[in-house]
């Protein structure tokens, strides 16, 4: 069965260094988003990603953030200058076409700054 | 603003002890609800999606249902297996909408042997 795979499983930085999240979605799906958990806290969208470009971003998506399609099968998650409040699970996610509307996730980059 | 609250925030359960758990929402224009399980450390897993009032969808030991202000994920004689947090998540917006999707804070479900 087809699944979104992200790497790493866990990455621990230091505060001000960028970070690069990979996802490789489904690979028929053309809609692509990222979420972010932080530890105990409720599942937080943050972009959705469409034909090359981001078509929504939430507040927490400041200049910091980057996202990225740089092949036909790699989705990439950017922080620039990571920030302790940055720690959390970041899930991409992807979707297909209609009528098809689930989206499937990844089992998520554990991310801690220190 | 679009907003969804469950409830309870934890349920335990004795293993055959049916429950249901909640699920209200605000939503501009809902285009969809689902529900998603999550264990520990992981991604969530897709399980329902409901789309309009009255629909109810099944499978093996759960089901869930809509109506126009709350959604509920009955649990069937559980096993310790179905111990997970249970996401509601909905999809509001109209044409142009980019699907994303606003998460409730989950249901802790915990299921003895």
């Known amino acids: 069965e087809p699944e979104v795979t992200q790497t790493p499983s866990h990455q621990v930085t230091q505060m001000g260094q960028e970070v690069i999240l990979r996802c490789v979605p489904i690979?028929?799906?053309?809609?692509f988003y990222w979420y972010r958990q932080i530890l105990g806290q409720k599942v937080e969208f943050l972009v959705s990603f469409y034909n090359n470009e981001i078509s929504e971003k939430s507040e927490i998506f400041d200049d910091q953030f980057s996202v990225e399609r740089p092949d036909g099968s790699n989705f990439t998650l950017k922080i620039r200058s990571t920030k302790l409040e940055d720690s959390a699970m970041y899930f991409c996610a992807s979707l297909g076409l209609a009528p098809y509307n689930e989206q499937f996730f990844g089992p998520g980059t554990r991310l801690t700054v220190l | 603003e679009d907003q969804v609250t469950q409830s309870p925030e934890a349920l335990r359960l004795q293993e055959g002890e049916s429950s249901s758990l909640n699920c209200s929402y605000t939503v501009s224009g809902l285009r969809g609800l689902f529900w998603y399980r999550q264990d520990p450390g992981k991604g969530p897993e897709f399980l329902f999606t409901?789309?309009?009032a009255g629909e109810e969808k099944e499978k093996e030991r759960l089901k869930a249902t809509l109506t126009k202000k709350e959604s509920f994920l009955h649990i069937t004689a559980p096993k310790p297996e179905d111990s997970a947090t249970y996401l509601c998540a909905v999809q509001g917006g109209y044409g142009g909408a980019t699907n994303k999707l606003i998460f409730g804070t989950g249901t802790l479900l915990a299921v003895q042997p």
């Open positions: 409901l789309y309009s």
């Open positions: 690979s028929n799906h053309l809609y």
